[in-house]
């Protein structure tokens, strides 16, 4: 053997790819976020909707003597708009052109209630539904609906998604 000759420290041991940026192991719940999270996240902003329309409505009707259907337009819109707001910023992270947005979010609202006014008319006249349970049953179809066409129209790249 020539004495010039360098030999090499044996290789390393071949290391595991190392963990993505903020992976955490996924149990049950996890992957549910992981897979459902965005659909998850829009339920619990309607119920946060659902709470502002109810608690302005009482307010207005009761405290403050208002007529209720006056008392339910406002407190309509100002639930929409914290729902629109939170699924903008918070949930689709879709920022640009909110004026066409939140007219497209109006819309799909509007068709919302179509549905939602069609089962229970069905659930009640043909049924003969509790009103309740109708419109209860009529809430799963009308989220589903209402999810899937706010984040492929509303939020969605049939508008000019950019992301924020």
């Known amino acids: 053997m020539n004495s010039t000759t360098i030999i090499a420290p044996p290789e390393a041991p071949p ?4 963990a993505a940026r903020g992976a ?10 992981e897979r459902h999270g965005q659909f998850l996240l829009y339920a619990v902003i309607g119920v946060g909707a659902l709470l502002i329309d109810v608690g302005t409505f009482a307010v207005l009707v009761v405290s403050l003597d208002w007529h209720p259907l006056l008392a ?6 100002l639930a929409a708009v914290a729902s629109f707001l939170a699924n903008s910023f918070g949930n689709f992270k879709v920022t640009d052109r909110l004026f066409v947005r939140f007219i ?8 919302g209630y179509l549905v939602s006014t069609l089962i229970v008319g069905v659930g009640v006249g043909i049924f ?7 419109k209860a049953l009529s ?3 009308v989220l589903v609906l ?5 984040k492929t129209i509303t939020f969605g790249s049939s508008l000019g998604r950019t992301p924020s």
Not at 72 to 77: A, F, G
Not at 146 to 150: I, K, R
């Open 15 to 18: 290391r595991t790819a190392p």
């Open 24 to 33: 955490r192991p996924l149990g049950i719940m996890g992957a549910l976020l």
């Open 72 to 77: 339910n337009t406002v407190s309509t819109v």
């Open 104 to 111: 497209s979010f109006g819309l799909v609202a509007g068709l």
């Open 128 to 134: 003969s539904f509790d009103p309740l349970i109708a």
């Open 139 to 141: 809430l799963p179809f």
């Open 146 to 150: 209402q999810f899937v066409l706010n």
